[in-house]
Structures are given as C-alpha cells and as structure tokens.
C-alpha cells in the first residue's frame, strides 16, 4: 500500500558532509510540508543488520537474484529478490522464508536449508555450490512523515543510514519518498524538492554493490572462465603469461575453499585451471621460451619442463578426491535409477565412499599446505609477471622510439591462430580414423586432443569473431559431451569394481549392495554403448566438410 | 474478503466511531488489509483521517462505473488501512441507485473487484432505511449494530433482524452491541445486562459512554491510536475480538 518509491543518495559535493545535505533536504520540504517523525508502522524507525549471500562464483547474482539474511531475535529470515543487479532482472516478485540456527559469517549448505519457497527457487540455481556470506551492512533507518494542510500525511521520507562493519565506514546515507495511496501528486512534489538539493544524487546502484565496493569486492568477482584481456597485436610471449596468470588466479582463488572443503567446486575449478595451465604449457610454452622474448626474463626449455612436471602432480594430488566427488554427487540419481535394487541397498556403498574421501581429501589437503606447492605457485607467478612486464615494457620503450621491432617478432594473433589451427588439424586426423571397432583408448585419446582445442578456442576467444567462434563451440561442446560421457562410464565401472573389491577384502560389502553395484555399473555401460552409438554423427557434425568451412572461417576472421 | 457494515436507522449511536474503531484495530492488530468506505455525505469518518470529502466524478461516476472504485482510495497514516472518502453527492445516493436500475446489490458487485487486495472492508452507513442501506444489508457478511440501550432501539433491532431473514441466498450475520453506556442509569444497566446474556445476536461487550470516545473529532484519529489504554480503546479492542470470534 506504499507505491511510488523514488532514491537518492545524499553524497554531498566538495566540503559539504551527508549530514548536511539531509539537514537542506530536511529544510527544503519543510518549505512545502509539515515534517513529524514517524513513530508507527512497517516503515517506522529501525536498526538492522543485512547479509548477502551468495555463491562463491555469484550465481544468484549472475541469475538477476539477491538473498538477503535479516537476522531476527528468534531465528532469522531469508529474503530473494529478482532485482538483482545484473540484467535483466527477473521479473518475480520478492520472496520470503524464514530460517533457524543460521550464522550470518558462515557458508551454509543448500541441504541444510529447511523446504520453502526460496529452497525450491534457488536449488537449481546454486547447486551442489554453498550459499556464502558476500557483505554484511547495518542499517538505521529514520522515517519522516510528510503532513499536509489538514495534517495528512501525504507522503514519507525514509532516511537510510548503512554501513559497512567488516570496512569499518558509513557508506553515504540513501533517502527514500514513498508516496501514500491516493497522493502521487504530493509525493511526485517531494521528490522533485529532493532532487534539486545540492548534494543529492539519484540512487542508481544497489546497496549490495556500493557495501561490496567498500570491502574491494564487486558483485560477479570471481568466475572459472580464462576471460584474459589479450590483444592480436600484443608479443605472443606477453599474451601467454597473460593467459597462464589468470589461470594461475583461478587456482590461488579457490584454495582456501577447497581446503575448508566448503564445496566441491572449489576442488572442480582448481582441477580444471591445472588442466588448462598445462595444456596451455604444450599448447604454446615454447612462446616462453622463444629467442625472441627478453633474454633477462625467458623460461629456459628445462623450467618448462619442471613447471609442466610440477602442475601435472598437482592434477595427479587431486583426482581420487573428485573422481570420489563425481560418485557422491551423483549417488541420488543413481539410486533413483535403481530397478532390481532398493536405493537402501546402496547405503553401505555411500559410506565407503564418504570414508574413502575423507582419506583422500586429508592426502590433498597435505599437498596444498605444502612447501612445494607454495613454492610452486610463488615461482610460477613471479616468473610470469617477470616476462608479461618486461615484454610490454620493452613494448612501450620500441613505440617511443618510433621503432616497429623486429619484424619476425611472433604476436598474440599469430599465435593463437597457428596453434588453434593445429589443434584443430590434430582432432580431424585422430577421429578420422575411428572406426565401430577401434579400441576404447582411440576414443579417450581424442577426448584429450578436443579438450585442448577447446582450451585454444578459450585462450585465444577475445580474437575471435565471436558468431564464428560460437558456432564452432557449439559443435566441439557435443562431440566433447559425447566422449566424456563414453569415458567418464568407462571409468566409473572401473572404479566400483575396484571398490567393491576393497569393500569386500575389508568386511563391508553385504550381498545386496555388490547386487545393487552390479546393476549401477550395467546402467553405466548401456550408457556407455549409447555414447559409442552417438559419436560419428557428433565427430561428422564438428570436423565434417561443413566443420571444417567454419573452422576456416573462424581462423580467417581470428587473423583478420 | 469479509464486509462488515455498521448501521443503525437512528443517528448519534456510534456507528462511525465504531467503524473507524474497528477498522484500524482490523489493520494493526489482526494484520488485515482494510479499506474503510465512508458511505454518509457528512463525511464524518473521512474527517477523522483527515481525507477531504471528496471522490473524483461524484458519487455518480462510481455507481454508474465510469470510475472504478479502486480510482476513489486514499491510503491513511496507518499501515494496510484505506479509505474510500465520503462526497457531498452520496446524499442522492438513492437516486443514483435507482437510476442504475434500482437493484439492491449494486454496492456488491463494486466492490466485488477489491477481494484481490484487501481482506477487510468496513461500510460506515448514512443513517436511514433506503435503498443505499439495502444495498449495504445485501453486500455486508457481518452487520455490526450499535444500540443505544432504550425499549425501542431493541424494537429496532428486531426489526431489522426480521428484514434480513427475508433476505434469499446470502444472508449476513447480525451482531448489536450496546454503545454510550452510562452505568451509572438503572435503565443502561438493566437493559445491557439482561439483553447481552439472553439475546445471542447481542454482544456481551458494552462501550461505555466515554468522553474521550468525542475527543476523536478533535484528535481526528481513533481512541485507539491518541489513547491506547484508555477503557475507551480496550472496549474497542474487547469489542472487535468478539465480532472476529462470533462471525468467524
């Protein structure tokens, strides 16, 4: 019943505080209205305290949503809202529910989240990611009631006071006119006055991001994408240590939620940047090394080599804990897929696997609290931002001098579309000769080839014309979507036998659950021969004639 | 959506204390969304909430559709309570009823509409027997009397329970309440006492004449907003509790 609601913030301009322009706002409407503080109703004067939560890589936000923790004297409540700040927003109308034993400073888990409206909402969204907190801002709200000649109140000013605890600062006051029912004219009237007082501005940004800017944060922060600012004109050396720091990045940023095992996505993203950074390594690591960069900061073949060494035992510490994830996270869906078994019967089955992975997340823990990990990651950047600085600077000093540098001189266009192209020529030769009958390691060698083209077309994405480049992801993606699925089965058979081998030497493997076992791995091999079924039409569809036009075109335009 | 119409063919009993009573501990206290409809071209529950008497387009506008009433409402100074204002024009109300075709559910079918935001609406009545209060006793769910306690307003509660029961298909609940109760009358006291226990369309609750119940006109507000604990707004509150338990 308060419709019409108009923002400003009172920010001030040279020597004038918030406080002042609040005291002109007030003074501006006291020439029009009657003003009496508001001591009643939902609006009336009020502290309180708001966190933001949200996934460690925004998915809410990235879905146009904001959740919202109000902590309460008796539990708390939650609150959506499709008014988040990335567009468009969602056009659904708030959404509230309340909660018991939460901790505004914690990550919450979406299965320890009671059933309700926003559970139901955002499960699609956030999952199997956790809910953590992003900015916590206390609020003290002040409400002005605006009367006219009859002692009406026509309209109110609501005064909003955040701040920020974890920034220690007050961010700048929000003023809010909320008209009454029936009186748009008299609050149209306010927020003219409002808006002409020096110092005012409209509010156009959501709190949340004005509280996260204060904690060096914004929303959206934090993405697994290698979204790398590279240029075509830019020296190939420059453009790959750009690349492999970024990628170096996403790997620094998820350690600390990995090893408080918030998620598993912590552990996913990490595995996948180990991955890119050492197919990066094959894919262009010679740029590293290349005569033409500067001689004083240049990786020699043996560093390479060593760092390449080093990223490959980083994946190796981290596969038998995701491999264990992988089951887990899909062990719903494959009870529910259960036909001769009952889903009890897997139970025993769940429990090993929960057990087997506490043992090896502590063996993985150990080996990112390491001296050589750390080593590793230190070395690395420094090393990276060594070449990236020194090429761009000697970059800069060439421009100066009005020199173009060496002609032979290999750049980032050049680059990326010599080794795309060969990636590319890589995948069309092996699939090529893949027949119905060649073996399973045919297929799972291809797999590999394909996820480093896919790297490549990452890697190099912002030299791409982006329709191009679309359509030749879309292909790639299906066909990757179809090996994946014929070699990810293949292990997992492979892994439940070799489970339901240990489970048996150790005295834990009842007879219903090696039945149950058994019918989930003859699930995943019809899977398996599904996959097997699929995969000429998906290779003809991406390396086909037509594939290979719109690879070409793609690698023209990249050089174009 | 529930209609609760108070009405009285007498005038001076209560009826527009009692409605605006009513309807903001409706809003405040039970949490309903309200709209009150001040019916009587005196505009006396308007001026309580300090809302001019005056609707755009008449009283014609609205009971001929040109207007919805959606158009009329005017938000209060209090949380989830709305007022459609009385107009000068009300006073031909009846006119403009029979021009409409004379039908005595008219009032009903306006406010038909407003069942998707309020869950809550209170009729404060023009003191009369017309069609304007037909049409009130037709749309109304709980008719809310107050009585002055004398022989003859009992009479008058009579006859209007008698003209309800004719009524076919929806027919409202009838609640009296004794109102401006002077204890210190024998008649007040025998009459309430004796009536409240053997009539069960009779609350028990009595507001008692009180002369803060008059000082509403000079705080333009509710007794139960400028004097919460008075035993003017406890018998309101006592008042509305018994309305809610028995019509529920």
């Known amino acids: ?560 | 959506m529930k209609i609760y119409a108070t009405y009285n063919i007498k005038g001076g009993v209560g009826k527009t204390t009692t409605a605006v009573n009513l309807a903001y501990l409706a809003a405040t206290e039970s949490k309903l969304r309200t709209v009150l409809w001040d019916l009587d071209p005196q505009g006396a529950a308007s001026f309580m909430f300090r809302v001019k008497p005056r609707v755009k387009g008449g009283g014609k506008a609205l009971i001929r559709g040109k207007r919805p009433l959606d158009d009329a409402i005017k938000g209060t100074d209090f949380d989830n309570l709305d007022l459609i204002p009385a107009d000068f024009t009300y006073r031909n109300m009846d006119l403009l009823l029979d021009d409409a075709g004379g039908s005595d559910r008219k009032l009903k079918k306006l406010l038909a509409p407003l069942a998707a935001e309020y869950d809550a609406v209170f009729l404060d009545c023009p003191p009369s027997i017309s069609l304007v209060s037909e049409n009130v006793l037709h749309a109304a769910d709980v008719i809310v009397v107050p009585l002055i306690p004398t022989t003859l307003s009992v009479r008058t509660l009579d006859q209007l329970t008698e003209f309800v029961d004719g009524f076919r298909g929806h027919r409202p609940d009838v609640l009296a309440f004794f109102s401006m109760v002077d204890r210190r009358k024998k008649l007040h006291k025998e009459i309430t006492e004796s009536l409240s226990s053997e009539r069960p369309d009779v609350a028990a609750t009595v507001i008692p004449y009180l002369s803060i119940v008059e000082n509403m006109s000079v705080e333009r507000s509710p007794v139960t907003v400028f004097a919460p604990r008075s035993a003017a707004a406890r018998a309101y509150r006592a008042l509305w509790s018994e309305i809610r338990a028995r019509t529920e």
Request: aromatic share 6%; glycine share 8%.
């Open chain 1, 1 to 560: 019943m308060t419709p019409g609601l108009a923002g400003f913030i009172a920010a001030g301009q040279d020597t004038q505080t918030s406080d002042d322009v609040i005291s002109e706002v007030l003074t501006a409407l006291e020439q029009e209205f009657t003003l009496v503080p508001d001591r009643g109703g939902s609006l009336r004067t009020a502290a309180r305290r708001r966190t933001w939560f949200d996934t460690f890589d925004w998915r809410l936000y990235r879905a146009g949503l904001t959740l919202e923790y109000v902590p309460a004297h008796r539990g708390g409540e939650l609150r959506l809202s499709g008014a988040g700040s990335a567009a468009p927003p969602a056009p659904a109308a708030d959404v509230e529910q309340p909660v018991t034993g939460w901790q505004a400073s914690r990550p919450h888990q979406l299965r320890d989240l009671p059933d309700g409206p926003i559970t139901a909402r955002i499960a699609g969204v956030v999952a199997p990611r956790a809910l953590l907190p992003a900015v916590t801002v206390s609020d003290a709200a002040t409400v002005r009631r605006l009367l006219n000649e009859d002692g009406k109140t026509v309209a109110r000013l609501v005064i909003d006071q955040p701040s920020v605890p974890a920034a220690g600062q007050p961010l700048p006051p929000r003023l809010t006119v909320t008209e009454v029912r029936g009186y748009p004219g008299q609050a149209r009237r306010a927020i003219r006055i409002v808006a002409c007082v020096v110092g005012v501005r409209p509010a156009t940004e959501p709190v949340l991001a004005a509280a996260l800017r204060a904690v060096g944060r914004r929303p959206g922060d934090y993405s697994n994408k290698v979204d790398a600012t590279i240029t075509a004109g830019m020296p190939a050396a420059q453009a790959a240590a750009t690349i492999l720091l970024r990628l170096l990045d996403t790997i620094e940023a998820n350690v600390p939620g990995l090893l408080r095992d918030i998620d598993t996505e912590f552990l996913h993203d990490l595995r996948v940047a180990v991955r890119r950074t050492r197919s990066a390594l094959k894919l262009f690591g010679d740029a590293l090394t290349a005569p033409l960069a500067p001689r004083d900061s240049r990786l020699t073949g043996d560093e390479l080599a060593r760092f390449a060494a080093e990223f490959k035992w980083v994946g190796d510490l981290t596969t038998p804990t995701r491999d264990l994830d992988v089951h887990l996270l899909g062990f719903e869906d494959t009870s529910r897929a259960l036909r001769a078994a009952k889903p009890d019967d897997l139970e025993p089955f769940r429990a090993y696997l929960a057990q087997r992975r506490l043992r090896e997340f502590r063996a993985l823990s150990r080996g990112l609290r390491s001296a050589r990990f750390a080593a590793l990651t230190q070395d690395w950047r420094e090393r990276l931002t060594r070449i990236r600085e020194s090429v761009s600077g000697r970059t800069a000093a060439s421009a100066r001098s009005g020199q173009s540098g060496s002609p032979a001189r290999e750049t980032a266009g050049t680059l990326g579309m010599e080794r795309t192209r060969r990636a590319f020529a890589k995948v069309a030769r092996r699939g090529a000769v893949i027949s119905p009958v060649s073996p399973a390691e045919s297929l799972h060698d291809l797999r590999k080839r394909c996820k480093e083209l896919r790297y490549a077309l990452e890697f190099f994405a912002p030299l791409f014309p982006p329709v191009a480049y679309g359509a030749v992801l879309g292909d790639l993606k299906r066909l990757q979507d179809c090996l994946g699925e014929f070699q990810d089965t293949e292990v997992q058979i492979g892994e439940i036998r070799v489970l339901a081998t240990s489970m048996l030497t150790a005295g834990e493997a009842p007879a219903v659950t090696l039945l149950a076992m058994g019918e989930v791995t003859a699930g995943l091999a019809a899977r398996q021969q599904a996959a097997r079924a699929e995969f000429e039409r998906r290779f003809a569809a991406f390396a086909g004639a037509d594939g290979q036009r719109r690879m070409s075109l793609l690698l023209r335009g990249g050089l174009a």
